[in-house]
């Protein structure tokens, strides 16, 4: 169905047209240097010397844990409020995702309190997610990290452009950790429509991350074109995880637009809390609202790439509900994420530690619409509708999905 107000939509004009044409009338569509480019000016934002695009934020997270040699046997502590990207690709390296609990309903990262409690002389790695563009509790879990000889791999594919306050100053999302993955998904902050960034302080890392991308091929083809090689030797068993010019064309174009979208989104999330508090007296939270007005240096709000506004219903049966009436109203919303130890191909007879906090969260919430050309129109006739659902009794007409 069509809806009056989509859940996401693009910031793409004139300019990323005019670097599409550029890249047709240069003729070279494949990886090269327009990719070249798209990388410097990439590592350059986030203050790392080394990026390396890809073809997806899945291929970014498999190449991360191939780089720090995790594989059978190993375990990867990470969140079950994730996508299962991470999950998926911990699998597919033969090690095991051991999942974590949340902080809490306003504050649904990876609790730092419970690391420890999951590890065992088999944990090699924890991946931290910034849910929503909203940093988890980075100087606990880099000190767990650092303590324990841990890797610490940033799913920051929400939080592109968005710095967090350390003591030892501020830093961007993909710098903190070994090695930061990144997503140009359709839905992100920053658009390609495919694509991915790999982000590291590590010359290691990067020579590994580097060369499994292109099949483990010693030179490429845009290499080779130029003269700078005449033949290649294979250095390892690698992947097709090229991006290619058209898509590195459009993400430079984005990301000139970044700082400004992520100032919009933050003003409309303001906007969105200042409408939705009301619902706090009816068993609603909103997440991070709270912590955006405390003396919380962790996940300052000032600096949240704002990538997703969540509401957290009282019960699941209130948040399917409220859900089929904004669908009825024209408004698309949607559920980040399902709970993924509830997925068939993860489900388990046992845990380590509880995840309660977290079950009840991919019960209960929904995604409303966010968006930088949204307006506060929007924004107030999104808030209406959810308020008046609310406020209603009625029963569901949806069935609630039970394998949450």
């Known amino acids: 169905m069509s809806f009056l107000i989509p859940l996401s939509d ?11 044409r550029r890249v047709l009338e240069g003729k070279w569509l494949s990886m090269g240097p327009e990719t070249g480019a798209f990388e410097q000016e990439f590592a350059a934002a986030v203050g790392v010397p080394h990026a390396c695009a890809v073809s997806n934020g899945t291929a970014a997270l498999h190449l991360a844990f191939l780089a720090l040699g995790i594989g059978p046997g190993d375990e990867v502590i990470q969140p079950a409020v994730n996508f299962v990207a991470s999950a998926n690709m911990t699998k597919a390296v033969g090690a095991t995702p051991i999942f974590g ?27 931290v997610m910034h849910y929503g563009g909203y940093f988890c509790r980075m100087t606990e879990i880099r000190e767990i990290c650092r303590k324990h000889h841990l890797a610490l791999v940033e799913d920051a594919c929400h939080a592109v452009g ?6 030892s100053g501020s830093a961007a999302a993909g710098a903190l950790g070994d090695i930061g993955c990144f997503s140009f998904f359709s839905n992100k902050n920053l658009v390609t429509g495919e694509g991915g960034m790999v982000t590291t302080r590590r010359d290691d ?80 939270t909103l997440p991070f609202r709270k912590l955006s007005t405390s003396e919380f240096p962790l996940s300052t709000f000032s600096s949240s790439a704002c990538h997703l506004l969540p509401v957290v219903a009282p019960d699941a049966d209130a948040r399917w509900r409220c859900a089929e009436a904004l669908k009825s109203a024209g408004i ?12 068939t191909a993860f489900a388990c007879k046992e845990s380590r530690g509880g995840l309660d906090k977290s079950i009840v969260f991919c019960q209960r919430i929904i995604t409303l619409p966010l968006f930088p050309t949204m307006t506060e129109a929007q924004v107030q006739a999104v808030c209406e509708a959810l308020i008046a659902a609310a406020h209603s009794r009625q029963p569901s007409a949806s069935i609630t999905p039970s394998a949450l």
């Open 332 to 343: 698309q919303t949607s559920l980040h994420y399902p709970f993924i130890p509830g997925f």
């Open 10 to 20: 693009l910031d793409y004009g004139a300019e990323e047209a005019a670097a599409v």
């Open 162 to 167: 968005a710095k967090c306050s350390l003591t």
């Open 101 to 127: 609990e949340i902080v809490g309903l306003d504050e649904p990262t990876l609790d730092p309190a419970g690391i420890e409690r999951l590890m065992t002389p088999h944990t090699k790695a924890v991946v």
């Open 205 to 284: 890392l990067n020579d590994r991350i580097r060369n499994l991308r292109s099949h483990g091929m010693s030179t490429l083809t845009w290499d080779r074109h130029r003269g700078h090689a005449a033949t290649y030797d294979v250095l390892a068993h690698g992947y097709n995880y090229r991006i290619d010019d058209l898509h590195s064309a459009l993400g430079r174009e984005q990301l000139k637009k970044l700082e400004r979208n992520n100032r919009r989104r933050r003003e409309l999330t303001a906007l969105y809390w200042q409408n939705l508090a009301s619902l706090e007296s009816l068993g609603w």
